[in-house]
């Protein structure tokens, strides 16, 4: 159990930081259950029997500098006040993911040099996770609608 908490270090630290810099924030996630997980991904965040769980890759989340470490603590949150897991509905994991992205980015400060921002798409901030959707998933094309369906439109019969 001492080596868990001992690779948690870097999220207690954040937490701790969080808790100074935006009480709220921090306060927050105190409530939510940690699990070291083995992907790539330096934090993650899922719902587990009702409860939020922070999922943290321990060297990929130490490898962050502490105001990255603090603002993807933040980006996880906003993720669950949105309930953008809820609102997902059936749509593209990926693109709502990055639309989710789009929608709480810009008010953060300090994410790492990857993160994803609507002027990076051309698009304009502010809008909600369903409107960069949109924007980002045109839907399906379904051409003319004439001929058989195998492209035969343009032949005599």
């Given at each position: 159990?001492?080596?868990?908490?001992?690779?948690?270090?870097?999220?207690?630290?954040?937490?701790?930081?969080?808790l100074?810099?935006?009480?709220?924030?921090?306060?927050?996630?105190?409530?939510?259950?940690?699990?070291?997980?083995a992907?790539?991904?330096?934090?993650?965040?899922?719902?587990?029997?009702?409860?939020?769980?922070?999922?943290?890759?321990?060297?990929?989340?130490?490898?962050?500098?502490?105001?990255?470490?603090?603002?993807?603590l933040?980006?996880?949150?906003?993720?669950?006040?949105?309930?953008?897991?809820?609102?997902?509905?059936?749509?593209?994991?990926?693109?709502?993911?990055?639309?989710?992205?789009?929608?709480?980015?810009p008010?953060?400060?300090?994410?790492?040099?990857?993160?994803?921002?609507?002027?990076?798409?051309?698009?304009?901030?502010?809008?909600a996770?369903?409107e960069?959707?949109?924007?980002?998933s045109p839907?399906?094309?379904?051409?003319?609608?004439?001929?058989?369906?195998?492209?035969?439109?343009d032949?005599?019969?």
């Amino acid at each position: 159990m001492l080596a868990m908490k001992d690779n948690l270090r870097p999220l207690q630290d954040a937490l701790v930081r969080l808790l100074r810099e935006r009480p709220f924030y921090g306060h927050f996630l105190l409530h939510f259950r940690r699990r070291a997980t083995a992907d790539g991904s330096p934090l993650g965040v899922t719902i587990e029997h009702g409860t939020p769980t922070l999922c943290v890759q321990p060297a990929a989340f130490a490898a962050c500098a502490a105001d990255e470490q603090t603002a993807l603590l933040e980006h996880l949150l906003k993720h669950v006040l949105h309930l953008h897991m809820l609102r997902r509905r059936g749509r593209h994991a990926h693109d709502w993911d990055i639309a989710c992205d789009l929608a709480i980015n810009p008010g953060i400060a300090g994410l790492p040099p990857a993160a994803v921002y609507p002027e990076r798409f051309g698009l304009p901030a502010g809008l909600a996770a369903e409107e960069y959707y949109r924007l980002l998933s045109p839907p399906f094309d379904s051409g003319n609608q004439q001929g058989q369906g195998v492209g035969d439109a343009d032949r005599e019969r």
